[in-house]
T-cell receptor
Framework: GQNIDQPTEMTATEGAIVQINCTYQTSGFNGLFWYQQHAGEAPTFLSYNVLDGLEEKGRFSSFLSRSKGYSYLLLKELQMKDSASYLCAVRGGTTDSWGKFQFGAGTQVVVTP | DSGVTQTPKHLITATGQRVTLRCSPRSGDLSVYWYQQSLDQGLQFLIQYYNGEERAKGNILERFSAQQFPDLHSELNLSSLELGDSALYFC?????????????FGPGTRLTVT
């Protein structure tokens, strides 16, 4: 099975940087996804990592270490609109789990003026 | 707007009933995924179809079933509904199969079982 942990809530100031950590335990691995979800809305795809290293997309970056079962999402130059829940999801990679997604509970980021 | 459409937006029904949720993927996408999101369970992966075939199965109850049609739209059927089935149901799509590197969610269907 898969177990995904991420902090429940983080608070940061507008213009600052916030790093959301995600650790996972999985019997197989076929990619890690980050999504943003505003309250009452659908998740929005942010990033995907399948190999170790950093992926950068504008103000958002995501890092993966497969050996450590660890990823982080970095949000730079925070804006008020970045206040949302951020979901970490792992896709399974064993015969039994191939293609199955497991989501963390989400990290609520609160951006203050 | 992700390009994924879901109908209906809201659905209110009684316990024991059966409902069908519909999803149309983004133009060109071949994969459709179904998810359930409730306050206590978070986002749960239910099932994935690729070009009409079931490809991955998550925590989908036996009372639930899905299919993807030749025109690539998908339907999720929920039967013998219970109060605990009240949730947001999301559909998502991608071009590729189980190695897709992105996924786009529809606006969701809010199901309330009374």
């Amino acid at each position: 099975g898969q177990n995904i942990d991420q902090p429940t809530e983080m608070t940061a100031t507008e213009g600052a940087i916030v790093q959301i950590n995600c650790t996972y335990q999985t019997s197989g691995f076929n990619g890690l996804f980050w999504y943003q979800q505003h309250a009452g809305e659908a998740p929005t795809f942010l990033s995907y990592n399948v190999l170790d290293g950093l992926e950068e997309k504008g103000r958002f970056s995501s890092f993966l270490s497969r050996s450590k079962g660890y990823s982080y999402l970095l949000l730079k130059e925070l804006q008020m609109k970045d206040s949302a829940s951020y979901l970490c999801a792992v896709r399974g990679g064993t015969t039994d789990s191939w293609g199955k997604f497991q989501f963390g509970a989400g990290t609520q980021v609160v951006v203050t003026p | 707007d992700s390009g994924v459409t879901q109908t209906p937006k809201h659905l209110i029904t009684a316990t024991g009933q059966r409902v069908t949720l519909r999803c149309s993927p983004r133009s060109g996408d071949l994969s459709v995924y179904w998810y359930q999101q409730s306050l206590d369970q978070g986002l749960q992966f239910l099932i994935q179809y690729y070009n009409g075939e079931e490809r991955a199965k998550g925590n989908i109850l036996e009372r639930f079933s899905a299919q993807q049609f030749p025109d690539l739209h998908s339907e999720l059927n929920l039967s013998s509904l219970e109060l605990g089935d009240s949730a947001l149901y999301f559909c998502a799509s991608s071009f590729r199969d189980r190695d897709s590197s992105e996924q786009y969610f529809g606006p969701g269907t809010r199901l309330t079982v009374t």
